[in-house]
């Protein structure tokens, strides 16, 4: 089984930066996807961006420029520095991480931009 905890989300001006961090434990594969999704009320769940474990990336064309996703493979973690906020950035922000056709998820962190 996995684990994954999400911290860092918060209140924020449009314009700034927040730094989110996801940590697995459990049986954790070496080969795996991890990556962040964000629902916003009202929305479906949508794909924010994804981190291989080699280290490949993939963004959404909504935060491209302003958003970085990394990891630490030694850590089991995975981070999303966030900058240039703005208001449709908020939403709640969910840890996923994909092994074996298997997915998992985090309990979610909100993230909130007032403008």
């Known amino acids: 089984q996995v684990q994954l905890v999400e911290s860092g989300g918060g209140l924020v001006q449009a314009g700034g930066s927040l730094r989110l961090s996801c940590a697995a434990s459990?049986?954790?594969?070496?080969?795996?996807?991890m990556g962040w999704y964000r629902q916003a009320p009202g929305k479906q769940r949508e794909l924010v961006a994804t981190?291989?474990?080699?280290?490949?990336?993939n963004y959404d064309d909504s935060v491209k420029g302003r958003f970085t996703i990394s990891r630490d493979n030694a850590k089991n973690t995975v981070y999303l520095q966030m900058n240039s906020l703005v208001p449709e950035d908020t939403a709640v922000y969910y840890c996923?991480?994909?092994?074996?056709?298997?997915?998992?998820w985090g309990q979610g962190t909100q993230v909130t931009v007032s403008s």
């Open positions: 996923n991480l994909v092994a074996v056709l298997n997915h998992y």
């Open positions: 459990g049986i954790i594969f070496k080969i795996n996807v």
């Open positions: 981190i291989t474990s080699t280290g490949s990336t």
